[in-house]
């Protein structure tokens, strides 16, 4: 059997080479031409996969956007809270799927203020878009807005607890570590979903419920109406 092999792609060669560009020389002093000689292709190769050098260390940023707003707009009204946590954990697979270039751009971004700003600008177009699903998800009321902003941060925050935990090798399997997180953010507004729901959705329709008044009406009376009540 011939053996296989994989010929990395220009964007790859381009991703790596400003890794160790980055590494090598600071962030600062690296240009597009450096990044493009490292990677043995042209500049206008370069800016055929990206838009700036700061683009090459978050490639899939965008279309991680995309990947969530399509799992999300896939929701209803029944099914959109389970849809929250699994469009979270499409950035979380994507990212230990890229292994070791993952923890080297968590190195990069603790040490470059230019790469921490572009990643917080990121973080922050997550959560908006999770803000607008849940705000329109709970009904879309005004009073819904604080509580969909919140959930949204706190979808975020989790996420990027356990990622974090990854990224520092603190934990090699962070799949029961996100299961985790993100029960806790629904336990946590669980009651503000129930109210946005209208009710207790974990039992929704299962429950009677008996209301007592104060009458001068014959018990028995009553008590045959409250019967009949029932068994409808």
């Known amino acids: 059997m011939e053996a296989v ?21 600071g962030f600062e002093q690296t240009t597009v031409d450096d990044i493009a000689d490292r990677a043995g292709v042209g500049r206008t190769t370069f800016f055929r996969s990206f838009r700036s050098k700061e683009q090459v260390i978050f490639p899939d940023h965008d279309r991680l956007l995309g990947a969530i707003r399509e799992r999300l707009a896939t929701a209803t009204a029944a099914t959109w809270r389970v849809a929250v946590p699994e469009a979270a954990r499409l950035v979380l697979a994507q990212y230990v799927s890229e292994g070791e270039r993952a923890r080297r751009r968590y190195a990069l971004t603790r040490t470059v203020p230019a790469l921490r700003d572009r990643e917080r600008a990121g973080v922050q177009q997550y959560e908006r878009l999770f803000t607008e699903f849940i705000h329109r998800s709970s009904g879309g009321a005004q009073e819904t807005a604080l509580r969909a902003e919140l959930m949204a941060n706190a ?78």
């Open 5 to 25: 092999t994989t010929v990395a792609t220009a964007k790859d060669r381009l991703i790596d080479a400003a890794f160790d560009l980055f590494t090598e020389r």
């Open 155 to 232: 979808v975020v925050t989790a996420h990027n607890h356990v990622l974090r935990r990854w990224l520092r090798q603190e934990t090699e399997d962070p799949e029961p570590e996100f299961d985790d997180a993100m029960a806790t953010v629904m336990d946590l507004f669980r009651p503000a979903l129930n109210d946005a729901a209208g009710g207790d959705l974990s039992s929704a329709g299962s429950r009677t419920a008996v209301v007592g008044l104060r009458s001068d009406r014959d018990p028995d009376e009553l008590a045959h109406q409250i019967e009949d009540l029932l068994r409808r």
